[in-house]
């Protein structure tokens, strides 16, 4: 079959590989329909992440069940189903808690050796661990690029708003409007946000941003500590959400929000920082990070997303074939896409 | 100054009342702009609730500050205003737990005696102890027939899903589609319900319910049980909200929602009842009820309302003049309006 | 095999039955060091729970693993383990929200083919599916018969309070005096409980409530709503266990409970009752119920266990061979043990 | 009347004062009977915490009611109270959320004109202000030097575990063992951790530690995060408290802690710190901050100290009259005791 996988820094490549087979009697082949590409692959691509040369890439995807194994109950040769990027196996300390995400055996899709070497989905199938942990039917009516958000994006942006205090009437601030920040600002309003000030210094993206029912704050152009204090009698945002994973980031967001009000960093960091303490300490301000707890969330996103409260359709700017997937990722680079679709 | 008074069963009447004047610190006078008639007038009305004759009743409202004691020091002369329906002292052992409901000095407007002796609000002023917890200012461009279901009845239908353990993505049923049970249509959709069934006998209230994002469904003309199941692939809803208050409703509620859901009777009830505790605990269900925190709510409503997400438009079907009391009791006791506004 | 079977009504006896075998990769063979028998038992005993003549029962166990299939990865042959009453998959919609003892396909030991047909644990050996769900290694220097708690009764105690709103400081009353009750008792005081109200009418049951921390309350002999009012300024108690399951137990324990206070039935409900959801209603009361997330609890109940914190000896009262099983079901049926265990 | 006034760094002097005389309804007069002398005294002592020369000190008492305005209602003249070191007026923004610690109008006992110019408690009689939300009656049988703990430092300790995700079972480390830091030991044990570590360099204070339940860990003798694997299984501790306030603790905390878990910042952070969020992202540790609130938590805390569960007596290391507070801040300067008491 034809995969796209890692050759070396900037290089990526269509190649044949062996298709999958069923290993162990939790698994799943799913013949792959639609496939994204996604943040966390440039950095694999700008070699930040480094993987094997010769693997296969991806991690968003949509297909179409071709094949289970014996212990799989909730999905069938057949069906259409969405997957989370990563697997979990639903036994250890933290799956038996819902940490899905810290999952002992959990293995990352097109990630190599250090995420588990688990082949990734920018390819014709795709052999999936723990199937009734990992996929969900697609609901009727629901188009593959929307569907697709659910197992990565989407469900990254729901764990951006679930893992604060946020409650229904509450401000909330985004910071950064990446497709995660735009989804953040998306679920922060349908979970009740009375306004979402969204950040950003890029025009397009504001605008999206304010599409999705925020109030555009330019960075640079504009006073956003101001904005954050005139949305709320001068007290600060209820929660702020760092997109960007910048230490100037997270200083905004601490001086953004309300006394004893929640800082959530969705964006990476992966080094020490300068922290604020100060401030930090004495407004009370709790900080939490992280990656997203995508299976676990996965089936309220898809209702979500099923019910219309949730469409990521407007962040969908590109489709393009698997077999173009060097150009795809080149397109990428220079963003001049949100998000780009390919279809085997 | 012209009140509406209670007299008799099915007798309302406009009279001459004396002025408020400040007793208390805490106290505000407010010249009454627009107050609203009530489905709990009503139980007075019927002679359900007894109060005393001459006693002036109404607890919905919205005005403007006259006067206020030396220990205010959120609301001035001159601003525009919203009540809640009771007042909380904010020092005794529940208001300190933020549990102003059951604040042991609580007073209900126009309740009479048994309720603290708080002359209401249908009338040219009112005097409104504890002004700082009661009162909060009309945001900018709010119409005084909006701001006044903050303190009451949306505030009602907050509670009926605040008290919930409801989250994005859930499925809710609403059963009962008087004024409250819209209001909690509506906050269920606002707070990020995928799906909300709304249950009533009524054309009219099914039609508003869609119009608020629900799934209408007739009581007795469709299968209830087989909607619920329908939209949750037969496990039943995640919170069901009895807006009804009677046994029938609440088996019903048992019946269509999933195991470890939860039932919140919203509707008044007050004496002994059959409960299915069997199917209960067979299926862990909780189960709560009782009396909105209005106070509690009311910045969130007020911040939802504001953000147009909240929105109770639709529920005032009729305004009429202070003086026409008499008879906006009469259209109102034949069920001939959602909301009745009047003005002095 | 040596296994207690159930016969008829009033009668159990000791057969010979086949040995298991593994048919699952999660399965694991553990060979019985101790069984207890409980309550649930003398259901089956009684006939009210009806099960398959010849059926193995019992399912309180520790003992030590003798063969794990391929997908077991916490415990391993030679291992001294407990284990929870019921097996739970770790992937169906429940158990991926951690409501275990909803699992879809649950199986509880020891009830027949209406609970999953899975073998007792009274028995020289039990098949054990979903082992790394299901079994614990039991903590170094933890007796059998306390570890053996932790899968069942000490299990339902921990829930009996997790499943309220109790915090540290709350004061607590407990219904019943049976092992789950007491088992209330303890955790609620482990938990940070100030004051814990026990209720029974067997003295002996009292005294120990009374050497777990509580203050013990005679149900006839003592104004019980006076004490709860007098340990809590007249309020009532923050959290009422019923570990009764009778509706004279439910209604007494709507009138301890104050305001916005919680009440929950651990005890079985099976039927309809009359609730008096008038007073419910009034003071805010929330109700909940139902079967113990043991699978859930198991991990904090061992590490409170091993740490002396929660200590269910004082209730072991009796030790007998599983060759006397017959005898053993016949005193337990005369109430004259607490809990008794069963050695092959 | 005599009080301990603040003269210049290193210096404070017992002097005349007027009496203090009810200003507003809210007020009580209170004869303190003992009085504290605290870890932030330490910070005005040494001039870091500027206040006024002349002004007076102190926080931490008991006394007896002399007087109350008129809107007083849960004291009286003659009852003998502790109270908190700080107000809060129970009608700001904050306040309505049970958020006293950040009152509008809150004002700190001996802490001079920046934290509301409210007179300090080192004296013989003290103005309160708000006294339904400052002053509760001590409990029957409870001593001066045990009550006086709930409205600071035991209080403290509360907020140290309350504010975490902490549930019984868990484990946690406390990282300094000063008074504060030894009433969050005693607090995590009381609420039901199954393990608590306590770190720190003094032997004298992890014996204390020890005394209360926890594992003592020598800072710089042993190894501190192979105890917390080895209390975990290798996973680190669910709940880590810094009650230091420096960055090497903080640096500490993170790695002590599990995935998921989270770090509570007690000690106090007045600066710019690195952090290391690269780990604290990777691990998804929530991490939190800020004073107390001691006004919110105080019934609880009362509850559990009455209850003998929380027990400070061991921290009162000295007795000395308010004649000698000279003295007395010399012995606290040079850490010879870990609570003195003064009376006038």
Chains 1, 2, 3, 4 share one sequence.
Not at 88 to 94: L, M, V
Not at 97 to 115: D, I, N, V
Not at 202 to 214: D, H, I, K, N, S
Request: charged share 20%.
């Amino acid at each position: 079959m034809r995969a796209v996988t890692f050759q070396a820094p900037g290089e990526v490549r269509v190649e044949d590989r062996p298709e999958p087979e069923l290993l162990d009697g939790e698994d799943a082949i799913v013949r792959i329909d639609a496939t994204g590409v996604c943040g966390s692959d440039l950095h694999i691509y700008h070699g930040r992440v480094q993987i094997e040369p010769g693997f296969t890439i991806g991690h968003e995807y949509v297909g179409t069940v071709l094949d289970v194994g014996d212990a799989v109950s909730t999905v069938a040769p057949g069906d259409r189903v969405l997957g989370c990027f990563q697997s979990a196996c639903g036994r250890c300390w933290f799956c038996r808690r819902g940490l899905y995400q810290r999952c002992e055996h959990s293995r990352t899709f097109g990630h190599g050796a250090t995420l588990g070497s688990l082949q990734g989905t920018q390819a014709e199938m795709a052999l999936v661990p723990h199937a009734d942990l990992v996929l969900r039917k697609v609901p009727e009516g629901m188009s593959d690029e929307v569907a697709l958000f659910a197992g990565d994006v989407m469900g990254t942006g729901f764990h951006a708003i679930d893992a604060t205090p946020m409650r229904p009437g509450d401000t909330v601030a985004v910071l950064g409007l990446g497709p995660v920040g735009l989804c953040a600002v998306q679920v922060a309003r349908a979970a009740g946000a009375a306004k979402v000030l969204a950040v950003d210094t890029v025009p397009e993206r504001l605008e999206v941003a304010q599409a999705f029912g925020a109030e555009p704050v330019h960075l640079t152009e504009q006073d956003v500590r101001a904005a954050a204090r005139g949305a709320t009698e001068g007290r600060g945002v209820d929660v702020c959400v760092d997109a960007v994973g910048d230490p100037r980031a997270l200083e905004m967001a601490i001086r953004l929000t309300r006394a004893c009000g929640h800082v959530q960093c969705i964006g990476v960091y992966a080094e020490r920082a300068e922290v604020h303490m100060g401030l930090l300490w004495l407004n009370a301000i709790t900080l939490g990070g992280g990656q997203a707890n995508v299976i676990g969330h996965v089936d309220r996103v898809l209702a979500m997303m099923s019910a219309g409260v949730l469409d990521p359709t407007a962040l969908v700017t590109r489709h393009m074939s698997l077999d173009d997937a060097s150009e795809a990722y080149a397109v990428y680079d220079r963003r001049e896409a949100l998000k780009i679709i390919l279809r085997p």
